[in-house]
């Protein structure tokens, strides 16, 4: 969130009485800071302050209390910056053909859009630069393309090598590399970084023009562990980007940097060098090209099923990375229950299929995607799968399942519990309500041996489609043991789409490997970076008591037959003659 103007403008404030008092400190030369000090969350090697010596009014004229060995921050070198002072100084204002000039750069090297820092009026040279998950690493044509007149004949790259040299790193290494320019009167408020990349990066400064009037304060979990950086022009230090920092400039001229992360041993997938004029968009987590603008296609994946399942959960796990985008709706039900009839155009589906969706803005956030969890689409799978081979053909598909017995009552329970809103309960149905389970199952057991479809314990798919055909697709108080026969539903889906297209993960396997495990499966298939989910709770959860166990062994019995096609097609483990949900 950002930070309010009134809380910057009294940071900047204190900054400016801090300056009177605190002396800058030097970094040791500890070298390189140990990564894992970025992995291990802050606040576990520096303890939150305590009342005593917690002061959210930063700055604080009280002593910060004392930091533990850890370093944040390590002098790495001292090094001659004067050419690159010579090539940078000049046009923070308004000089045409500046090197800071945003008209300038957008010819000659790359316009990068970057809404947050942009609003500060901090002027850039970008010259590398990367997404947050350090996938793509972009170089720009300013880094190491010969540079446009005036300046024909030099390259940031030759200009920065004595740098690169003395951090004893290979160019390759850097991922991303820029020159910040701080106007004069303007505070950049406490922060620390967040992402993927801090972790595996180390992040350099390089004081390139700067004055005693500069207040640079870093180090620590909470503001009041932070000290006060001697930044000399030409000395190189590595600051821990996961502990907090801060910056005032409360001189009359602008202050630079050259601000530089390196990896270790991370490969990000792709080194895109990028041609003058290119436009890359970046937002907090993800960065795009322009010429990539709605290549994502959209949506990118479909959760089809089964209900009770850990669908939502599913889904909700998915919307937790930082390009995984919610739609306007979990549930469109577009190719069930509000497929528009009478379009004949796939453009004009399309179009009405991307109002559930912020299809707009995914458009310019190609790294971004978006998806739809209707778990009815996989029961309903002979009208769904010929219109979603229409509409988005595509499309990738998760399948959650789940124990079809347990599911079974998770239905039943839903469908008669009294939560929810009375629209919900509506399209819940509520012809169980005043039915126990066994009735429910008694009488759907009779209703499909009526019309064939359930014959000497066995289902006859032929008589699926012709079943479904009779029950109110909208209304969800039915086939409570036709949609725990995932095989019967599962073989239409698995004929139309190639078999990479499917992810298909057991709800149980969230409870044996661990819900992040089965996450990252879903990052892996939908192509996204793996990260770590903050919540694992899970969603849409109940609690009921549960059911007989003579009721347990009659759905066991029922489910026999199709749970074990289901184990053999899928090529899951069935020990002795018993699958292993
Ligand atoms: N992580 C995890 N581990 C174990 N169980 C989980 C998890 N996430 C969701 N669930 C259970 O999934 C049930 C809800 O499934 P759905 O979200 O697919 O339901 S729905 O079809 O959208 O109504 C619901 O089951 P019941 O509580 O038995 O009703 C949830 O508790």
């Not at 967040?194 to 180090?219: A, Q, Y």
Request: charged residues 25%; contains cysteine; proline residues 8%.
């Amino acid at each position: 969130m950002a930070t309010p103007p009134e809380e910057i403008e009294r940071q900047h404030a204190a900054a400016t009485e801090l300056l009177k008092t605190l002396t800058p400190f030097v970094p040791p030369s500890n070298g390189a800071i140990p990564l894992n000090f970025k992995t291990a969350p802050l606040t576990s090697l520096y303890p939150p302050p305590t009342d005593e010596n917690s002061n959210s009014n930063l700055p604080s004229n009280l002593p910060p209390p004392p930091l533990p060995p850890i370093p944040c921050l390590s002098t790495m070198a001292e090094v001659d910056i004067s050419p690159i002072k010579d090539l940078i100084s000049h046009g923070h204002n308004s000089e045409s053909k500046s090197l800071w000039s945003p008209e300038f750069a957008k010819k000659h090297n790359v316009e990068i859009m970057r809404p947050s820092h942009d609003a500060w009026g901090i002027k850039k040279i970008m010259l590398v630069f990367c997404d947050d998950f350090l996938q793509r690493v972009y170089t720009l044509p300013f880094y190491d393309k010969p540079l446009p007149a005036p300046y024909t004949g030099k390259t940031f790259k030759k200009v920065l090598e004595p740098i690169i040299t003395a951090l004893g790193i290979k160019p390759s290494k850097v991922v991303r590399m820029l020159f910040a320019s701080l106007p004069p009167g303007v505070t950049i408020p406490v922060h620390h970084d967040t992402g993927e990349w801090v972790n595996k990066s180390h992040r350099i400064h390089v004081p390139i023009i700067t004055n005693p009037e500069v207040l640079f304060l870093c180090g620590g979990s909470h503001p009041t562990h932070m000290k006060r950086v001697s930044a000399t022009e030409g000395r190189i230090f590595e600051m821990n980007n996961q502990s907090k920092h801060a910056v005032s400039n409360c001189s009359g001229l602008h202050r630079v940097h050259l601000i530089l992360d390196y990896v270790e041993s991370h490969t990000p997938k792709r080194i895109i060098p990028l041609n003058p004029g290119e436009t890359i968009l970046q937002t907090r987590r993800s960065i795009d090209l322009k010429s990539d603008y709605d290549k994502t296609p959209c949506p990118k994946y479909l959760i089809i099923g089964a209900q009770k399942a850990g669908t939502t959960s599913m889904y909700e796990y998915i919307c937790q990375h930082p390009w995984g985008v919610k739609g306007r709706r979990r549930e469109t039900h577009f190719f069930d229950w509000r497929w528009v009839e009478g379009f004949k155009s796939v453009v004009k589906l399309r179009e009405v299929y991307m109002k559930y969706f912020y299809y707009e803005d995914l458009k310019s956030h190609p790294s971004c995607l978006t998806g739809d969890s209707t778990p009815s689409y996989l029961l309903h799978s002979d009208i769904v799968i010929p219109r979603v081979k229409q509409v988005c053909p595509w499309v990738k598909i998760i399948v959650m399942l789940r124990n079809p017995v347990d599911r079974a009552l998770s239905h039943y329970r839903m469908v008669t519990s009294e939560d929810g809103t009375e629209a919900q309960k509506m399209v819940r149905g509520r012809n169980w309500v005043e039915k126990s389970f066994e009735q429910v199952i008694e009488e759907e057991i009779e209703e499909m041996e009526s019309v064939g479809l359930f014959k000497e314990g066995k289902f006859v798919y032929e008589k699926y489609e012709e079943y479904l055909r009779t029950r109110p697709m909208n209304t969800g108080s039915h086939s409570l043991l036709v949609r725990g026969c995932y095989w019967l539903q599962l073989q239409p889906w698995l004929a139309e789409f190639k078999k990479s297209d499917f992810l298909i993960e057991r709800m149980e396997d969230m409870k044996r490997d661990g819900i992040q495990s089965t996450v990252s499966r879903a990052f892996e298939f939908l192509e996204l970076p793996e990260y770590k989910i903050f919540d694992e709770g899970k969603k849409n959860s109940r609690s009921y008591d549960g059911m007989s166990e003579a009721t347990r062994e009659r759905l066991e019995k029922i489910y026999e037959e199709e749970d074990r096609k289901l184990f053999e097609g899928l090529g899951w483990d069935i020990v002795g003659d018993k699958v292993a949900w």
